[in-house]
């Protein structure tokens, strides 16, 4: 099992940066593939980034495809979203998540984090 704690959300503006972590914490945490999702208010929860458990590959949403970057850290028990270029349609909360293989469906995912949120000013 795995636990998942996300932080480093916030309120920036349009063009500003914003890295969030998640700390996992369970001891097969570096067999898991990580994501990252995010849902607006009165949105559906929608895939970001998806890592694979040895880092070697990633896939985006098209979306942010070319502004986020998702990276891990096994050592560390540390999954990052590096955020660049912030938009105000990027304003959500953000989930980091577990899954036993790459995936890019919300049911893929069994471990979810409680979501920290990025608010991006216009």
């Known amino acids: 099992q795995v636990q998942l704690v996300e932080s480093g959300g916030g309120l920036v503006q349009a063009g500003d940066s914003l890295r969030l972590s998640c700390a996992a914490s369970?001891?097969?945490?570096?067999?898991?593939?990580m994501g990252w999702f995010r849902q607006a208010p009165g949105k559906e929860r929608e895939f970001v980034a998806v890592i694979s458990w040895s880092g070697g590959s990633t896939y985006y949403a098209d979306s942010v495809k070319g502004r986020f970057t998702i990276s891990r850290d096994n050592a560390k028990k540390m999954v990052y979203l590096q955020m660049n270029n912030l938009k105000p349609e990027d304003t959500a909360v953000y989930y980091c998540?577990?899954?036993?293989?790459?995936?890019?469906?919300?049911?893929?995912?069994?471990?979810w984090g409680q979501g920290t949120q990025v608010t991006v000013s216009s």
């Open positions: 998540a577990a899954s036993d293989d790459i995936g890019v469906l919300p049911f893929e995912f069994e471990y």
């Open positions: 369970g001891r097969t945490f570096s067999s898991y593939a």
